[in-house]
């Protein structure tokens, strides 16, 4: 199973950092070139505890659909958001705030499992893991972005 993780060090404190994160609507606006928008379950505003999205998107040029829940949930210190149907197999991402001197370091932390056996296997390797780290680097930095201006 895959494991990304990504450190992004954030001049704020992690309750606006936290609050970034699982805003759906920052989600959106971080990840617009590829389309991504929630289309059912907490569409707008700041998901909790026990509450699903279900997001669309394109990637590599096809229309997906992903529904995750979160799971775990300790404000500001970490949320878990896992899938609950999608193109994964199964996937769950931790999203952890630590306090580093005056600023956060916020890490993901991405694990996450291809359909198709071996043949997803080689996308892993080939292409699918690089395409996820990217797509995790840019919506942290696009918090950090915000984050800094508030």
């Not at 700041?46 to 775990?72: N, P």
């Not at 600023?103 to 694990?111: A, H, P, S």
Request: aromatic share 12%; hydrophobic share 40%; charged share 25%.
């Amino acid at each position: 199973m895959p494991k990304i993780e990504i450190h992004t060090l954030i001049d704020a404190d992690a309750k606006t950092c936290f609050d970034l994160a699982r805003n759906i609507d920052i989600h959106q606006e971080s990840l617009q070139h590829s389309q991504e928008k929630a289309i059912a379950g907490k569409i707008s505003g700041l998901i909790e505890l026990g509450e699903w999205v279900c997001w669309e998107a394109k990637h590599f040029g096809i229309v997906q659909h992903l529904t995750s829940r979160i799971t775990e949930f300790d404000s500001p210190h970490y949320f878990v958001d896992e899938m609950v149907s999608g193109a994964f197999k199964s996937f769950r991402h931790d999203h952890i705030f630590k306090k580093h001197d005056n600023q956060t370091l916020m890490v993901d932390i991405f694990n996450f499992e291809s359909p198709l056996g071996i043949i997803g296997q080689f996308a892993n390797w080939f292409f699918l893991k690089r395409y996820m780290a990217n797509l995790l680097k840019t919506r942290g930095n696009y918090i950090k972005q915000k984050a800094e201006l508030l």
